[in-house]
Structures are given as structure tokens and as C-alpha cells.
């Protein structure tokens, strides 16, 4: 069966490595051909133009953002409708708590860390900041090394229990029915029809 394409609307560089490298196989599995737009690198208009010709081609796509310093996670969806001029559906946006740093620590089992050097934290971390990130990097590593040794030792099983948001996109995305079973046609999001 020929996977179907779900578009994945990422912020930048990070977002994609972490995306291309965990979620990508997980959506495979489930039929999906991931198709990253970076949109922070494109202009608003052409992203706005993307979204419509991905609906009107009924296809699946995701919306992905950082919550950053916004205070809550409905106000950053809000923001997202209104600077894309209402083209996606509120219910495709991924809020990431609150910056993707903060899955990417998610994954580090104990034994990974002590691998890596570094001390990271056991509890939760949907407050790691991209500073609380730096500074967890080991003297004589850039921090694109550091990314992707943590996505070589990757758990995925661990970064659900760590961080909320991670937990809620594997929930409802990746093992949810906010997407279809790949190879069956998309369900029209416009509508709310098809939503989980």
C-alpha cells in the first residue's frame, strides 16, 4: 500500500531533526509519509498557501509550535489561527511545552545520560527552556552533537511519562485518531468530521 502524505508544519532545524528521526518511523508504521515545511523559513503567505492546497487535496497534516513565553497553550493556538489567517484547524496544532528542547531531554533514560556525561533531569520536563538546554551541554560537543547523540539512545516510552505535551501528541496523533489508518483517504478537518 502506498503511504499516504501527512504534512508536518515544523519551526526550524531542531523541530525537523527531532520530528525526522523519532516520529517519522512511528508515522510510518501507521502508513503516513512524513512531508516536513519548515514555516518560520518561509514566508506567511506561502504557508497559508501550502495549508489550503493540503486540505483541498485531502490530505492529513499536523501544526507544530513551540508555547515559548505565551502563558497558556489555547492563547498560543489562538495566536497560530491568527497569523495563518484561520487556514488551519485548531485541532492540527501541536503545542510543544514549552520549547522542543524540552522533548528531546523527554527521552534520556539514567544509563543514556551517564553515556552522554550529562546530568539530566529525572522529573518532568515540560520547563526546559532552549537556556536550560545549553547548559546542560558537555564541554567539547556542539549542540547539534548533543541532539543527535540524545536521538541515537532515544525513549520514546520515557519521554510520554516526562513531558505532557509530548504524551498528548503520541496520544492523539501518532496512536490516536486525529489521523486515519494510512492509505485511507484523510477525513475533512474543516468539517470536525473524522476527529477522535
Known amino acids: 500500500m502506498t503511504p499516504s502524505p501527512l504534512y ?3 519551526e526550524g532545524p531542531d523541530d525537523e531533526r527531532f520530528f525526522s528521526r523519532i516520529v517519522r518511523p512511528l508515522l510510518a508504521e501507521n502508513g503516513y509519509e512524513m512531508r516536513v515545511w519548515k514555516y518560520a523559513c518561509e514566508k506567511r503567505q506561502l504557508t497559508i498557501n ?3 492546497a493540503v486540505k483541498k487535496g485531502g490530505h492529513a497534516y499536523i501544526f507544530v509550535r513551540d508555547l515559548d513565553r505565551t502563558p497558556y497553550a489555547r492563547l498560543r493556538v489562538q495566536e497560530t489561527l491568527d497569523r495563518f489567517g484561520h487556514a488551519i484547524d485548531p485541532e492540527m496544532v501541536v503545542i510543544v511545552v514549552p520549547e522542543i528542547e ?64 509530548f504524551r498528548f ?3 492523539w496523533f501518532v496512536d490516536g485518531e486525529r489521523l486515519t489508518a494510512g492509505g485511507e483517504k484523510s477525513p475533512d478537518f474543516s468539517s470536525g468530521r473524522g476527529i477522535g
Open 8 to 10: 508536518v508544519l515544523l
Open 50 to 52: 501550502l495549508l489550503h
Open 102 to 165: 524540552g522533548w528531546y531531554l523527554a527521552g534520556v533514560s539514567e544509563g543514556a545520560a551517564a553515556r552522554l556525561g550529562v546530568c539530566v533531569p529525572s522529573w518532568r520536563t515540560d520547563r526546559i527552556t532552549k537556556e536550560v538546554f545549553r547548559s546542560l551541554i558537555p564541554r567539547g560537543i556542539s549542540r547539534i552533537e548533543f541532539m543527535q547523540a540524545i536521538l541515537e539512545e532515544y525513549d520514546v516510552a520515557l519521554a510520554r511519562k516526562k513531558n505532557r505535551s
Open 169 to 171: 501528541f503520541m496520544d
